[in-house]
């Protein structure tokens, strides 16, 4: 119905919006007549939401009509966020957040930019940042999994380590096996994601091709490509968290830094 | 000389001045200092939470003093890498957290961390002193309490260390893997002139082990002396 009454696709999407607004309006009604006082939340949250969703489209619409390098731009201020996110996983270990960004960048980027160089990705923008936020995002989720199987292992075996490094060993050597187990842990959802492929679950960017009116098997191929690069990114990102967070843990005069409850 | 050596008698291997630890507005251990002789075991003694084990973490350095000063063998501890410290100051805890694997991958583990291969003959010698002998290939998960902490001071002893720290080292053992593993200790240190500093609550064990003791309170040094002048009481 409302198709035939706007022609034009934003105006589409603000009618669509004032009707889904409408409903949740009508929910906070019936509940006001059950004592359940929701309105101002409700109002306030449904304008606060299309402010800023219509904030971030705007933006979005601006950068993707812009030139190819404002991708690398938009792509850095991603892994930017997802460093600080994911550090977030690692409290109380010092330095955490320039490992995550470190790993995250070098994990995503170099799989980003073989795979842009090699053809696999398209270098438009509409094409370069889905993906490549995809690739990132679950570099981060990756990072932040294991930075935190890390310290919880750590601070599970502080008696071993200590005794370790009584014994005279290298830091890094006394938590290298929690490293190794840390690594393993992160990386079970993208390789659980990769063996489920198609079976269990149809992910959205082979959905979005199909609904765009790619052939199924070459949307099927390239979702395939997708999960792949993610666990190379995601396993390399592991890979060098990990490596450098070794260290972190530790201070100049080889003390384990890192104490108190998992 | 540099101006961080100090001159001490041969005799003191380990000695401590004005150390203390504070963590945020807590001082843990405050303005010790003593000196611990070659061949000597001294106790240290003290109520739970006196800063026992804390002023014995300060002595390998697993631990950052805040104030005060370490010296081995006169020389200030800092002046060393932390890895050659604890080589020379070697330190078995209350628990022994034995690696896993068997009893000969343990003993020679200090040695391997320095890219040395301990020959089976010496990993068979070291644990002939501490009572296990043809344990070499045993399964640690295998062994019983007072067997983990004989294997957890042989691994100690392969590093060949100049002093020994023991921390509560019997208090997870039963009544007569304790009195085994407290002989063993007073044997070793008869024989090898050993330095040792033995952290314990208790008084009787001090009595029974030690030459000398000091007594810590709240984190302070409130006595020394032998087991008779201080553990009358």
Redesign the interface.
Known sequence: MLRSLFHSQISLGFAQAAIASVLALLVVLLARRRNIHLESDAAIALLRGIVQIVAVGSILMLLLKGPRWTSAFLLTGMVLAAGSISAKRAKNIPGALKVSTYSIAAGAGVVTAIMTWAGVIDTAITSLIPVGSMIIANAMNTNGLALNRFRSEVLSHV??V?????????PE?TVARYAESSIHSSLIPAIDNLRSLGIVWIPGLMTGMLLSGSSPLYAAIYQFVVIAMILASSGLTSLLSTMMIRSHVF?P????LLKGTA | MSADTVPAPMAVVLRTEHLGRRVGETEIVSDISLGVERGELLGVVGPSGSGKSSFLRLLNRLDEPTSGAVYLVGQDYRQLAPRELRRRVGMVTQRPFLFPGDVALNVRFGPTQRGETLPSAEVNRLLERVGLPGFAHRDVTNLSGGEQQRVSLARALANRPEALLLDEPTSALDEEAKEGIEELICEVVRQTSLTCALVTHDRNQARRMCTRVAILEKGRLVRTGTPAEVLSA
């Open positions: 008696g071993e200590e005794t370790a490094l009584a014994l005279g060993a290298a050597e201070s005069a080889e003390q384990l």
